[in-house]
């Protein structure tokens, strides 16, 4: 998960003539980071749609009950890892935008460059990311809690939707533009969640952003 900050590197506090040097302690929240970074560098995994606790706690040398001190729950583990889903992507989001809501009255032209910029910003962060598209696409929450999947459907519309603002003044002219809009701001979004999902089928050899210049030329 190379976009969450990188931890500290351990340094020694052995004193000349120490024989072992003592172990630095994590500082707080440092563990949390620890485990989101491990869980989703194991979703990076073939077959890693089922993660379980004890397999995450292996990887990180600790006991399961050190991972529950941190988190409730696995399924909160995985809430931490959509937080930062959100929060990296709609916050690249709103600078493409300038603002909450983009602005229906810019030039036609400047919406669809607007979308095509958030299409890519989309794509590009799976393709950094590749265990967080697991997340994404749904695969590694088929067996968690349903309100998982729930947030990221609720991801993806919030996506539509500034899609569909960016392209209201493209369709202005249009004798439907509302529908229109919302039409275009559909196919871009199934192309993101088909793209994605093309990535982690492949084991995340098929890049998502192949071809997107044409592939958007077509649909802009």
Do not use: W
């Not at 001190?69 to 937080?83: N, P, T, V």
């Not at 696409?137 to 569909?164: K, P, W, Y």
């Not at 084991?203 to 210049?213: A, K, M, S, V």
């Amino acid at each position: 998960m190379s976009e969450i900050s990188p931890l500290p590197e351990s340094a020694s506090t052995a004193e000349a003539g120490d024989v072992v040097a003592a172990r630095k302690r994590p500082k707080p929240g440092e563990r949390r980071i620890q485990i989101l970074q491990a869980l989703a560098a194991m979703l990076e995994q073939p077959g890693a749609e089922r993660i379980t606790t004890a397999a995450l706690a292996a990887r990180l040398s600790v006991s399961e009950a050190a991972l529950y001190r941190h988190f409730a729950s696995k399924a909160q583990m995985f809430e931490g890892l959509i937080d930062f889903i959100e929060q990296s992507v709609f916050t690249l989001v709103q600078q493409i935008t300038g603002r909450d809501v983009p602005d229906p009255a810019q030039p036609a032209d400047a919406g669809a460059r607007q979308a095509a910029r958030i299409v890519a910003l989309v794509l590009q962060f799976g393709e950094r990311n590749p265990g967080m598209v697991r997340v994404m696409v749904g695969d590694a929450l088929v067996f968690e809690h349903e309100r998982l999947q729930q947030r990221m459907n609720q991801f993806f519309d919030r996506i539509e939707s500034t899609l569909r603002q960016c392209l209201r003044a493209t369709t202005a002219a249009s004798s439907t533009p509302t529908v229109d809009a919302q039409v275009a701001a559909s196919v871009l979004t199934a192309f993101v969640v088909g793209r994605l999902q093309g990535y982690a089928r492949s084991g995340f050899r098929r890049l998502p952003t192949e071809h997107l210049e044409a592939s958007l030329a077509l649909m802009l």
